[in-house]
């Protein structure tokens, strides 16, 4: 997709790549894609180390010196930090019924049908770990993007360091009761070299696969007793990671009140901080978007509507979606992000 007038390809561009006619790496993604907008942006790369990427995040950028002719220039490369990030593995099962499948003159429809069953609950789980993932508490799993963005800092924050692109929005409106119903906007850069995710080293179908198909048989509950039928049976895996190389090029408003967001006397602090957010992270040679639930979508737009800045927020359709524009920035409807997070807190060195 052209952005900023460079091509970021996104993990959906890569399994279309893989077979214009739509394999089933391709098939699986559109499937999720319905449901989890983000993957219409984040970008894919292959790991380096096996299942895992071994990479540097910039801690200091490269400072330039003055000279003049014959004058010397010392090196300067900047600091990085070394990172090594895993993938994690989701599966899931799909049993077709072995008489059906044989009977059926479109197979392929009927184990569509099954994936499309089967594959809902790994859209959730993908959706909500891409967002708040933490391997402290699934070992199994990845660390999702607020990981890196855990805390929010001052007016005066180091912007080497992560809570720089963190605004606090907790007591925008007063409320000194209990600090419920928080949310969360993000604003995230995707590209190989920013914000990315990546798939295992020698996986050709981006992370995705499926095992051989065979019978098993299948006890019946229903009947009881010893009673079983013939079933296919067959696995469908998907390796995926998410790393954070540059942290410039994310950020997120935490701590929403949502409830509170409409209080008459504030929308213009919550409008201020979606505005500061968009100009505070970099947006350069990357494909850059806001995400946030239903609910806050439908909040954000009444702010701005009320504020009279209606013409902040825009509509385009592409392909077969209607899109969403924020600045010029594309939205994505993250449903995960309606569920009640924690307080984030302040950042400390």
Known sequence: MQVNGTRVLTYLDF?????????????????????????????????????????TVRTETPKPVWTTYYGGIPSNKGSKAKIKVSCGRMATKILVDKKLYDESDDKDAVLEDEIRANITGMKEELANALVYGLIADNPLGINGLFKHYSAYGSETADDTESAHYVFNALGLTGNTGAKTKLGSIALVGWS?????????????????????????????P???????????????????????????????????????????????????????????????????????????????CVLFSRLTRGNAITFQHVEARKEKRLFGIPVRIMDPMKANEAEVPAFSA
């Open 192 to 220: 190989p070299n920013t914000i990315t995710c990546f798939h295992p080293e020698k996986s050709g179908t981006g992370g995705i696969e499926k095992s051989d198909k065979r019978v098993t048989d299948i006890p019946d």
């Open 222 to 300: 229903d009947i009881g007793g010893d009673a079983t039928y013939e079933a296919y049976i067959q696995y469908i895996y998907w390796k995926l990671g998410l790393a954070v190389r540059d942290y410039r090029y994310g950020g997120r408003i935490c701590n929403i009140q949502r409830d509170l967001m409409l209080t008459k006397g504030y929308e213009a602090s919550y409008v201020e901080l979606i505005d500061r957010l968009s100009q505070r992270v970099m947006d350069d040679d990357v494909k850059q978007c806001f995400y946030m639930d239903k609910l806050m979508w439908e909040k954000v």
């Open 15 to 55: 399994v279309k790549g893989l077979d214009p006619k739509g394999n089933f790496a391709h098939r699986i993604v559109e499937l999720v894609a319905k449901k989890i907008e983000m993957l219409d942006d984040i970008t894919v790369i292959p790991a380096n180390d096996g299942s895992a990427l071994q990479t």
